[in-house]
């Protein structure tokens, strides 16, 4: 079993950043491939980003490209999401995931899963 706590969402204006935290237990960090997720109202969880276990590779979706960065720290079984340049279309619940294999955590089938963080950006 892992358990995931998201935490650094919040409100902020265009333009603006935000470093999401997501704090893993229950299970030696080191062994999952991590993402990010996030759902607006009235719209489907989409896919935002993904790294593996070591760190070697990440992924992100077109609309978040070079705005926003995927970072782990093993160490303190932490991986990261931080958001620059933030858009009202960012809005979302933000959902950590955590699954042993990478393909899995890109495709939204991850084992576990956080329970969120409300970002908001304002016009």
């Known amino acids: 079993q892992v358990q995931l706590v998201e935490s650094g969402g919040g409100l902020v204006q265009a333009g603006g950043s935000l470093r999401l935290s997501c704090a893993a237990s229950?299970?030696?960090?080191?062994?999952?491939?991590m993402g990010w997720f996030r759902q607006a109202p009235g719209k489907e969880r989409e896919f935002v980003a993904a790294?593996?276990?070591?760190?070697?590779?990440?992924d992100y979706t077109d609309s978040v490209k070079d705005r926003f960065t995927i970072s782990r720290d093993n160490a303190k079984n932490t991986v990261y999401l931080q958001m620059n340049s933030l858009k009202p279309e960012d809005t979302a619940v933000y959902y950590c995931a955590a699954d042993p294999g990478l393909r899995a955590v890109r495709t939204g089938h991850g084992d576990y899963w956080g329970h969120g963080t409300q970002v908001t950006v304002s016009s």
């Open positions: 790294i593996s276990r070591s760190g070697s590779i990440t």
């Open positions: 229950g299970r030696t960090f080191s062994n999952y491939a």
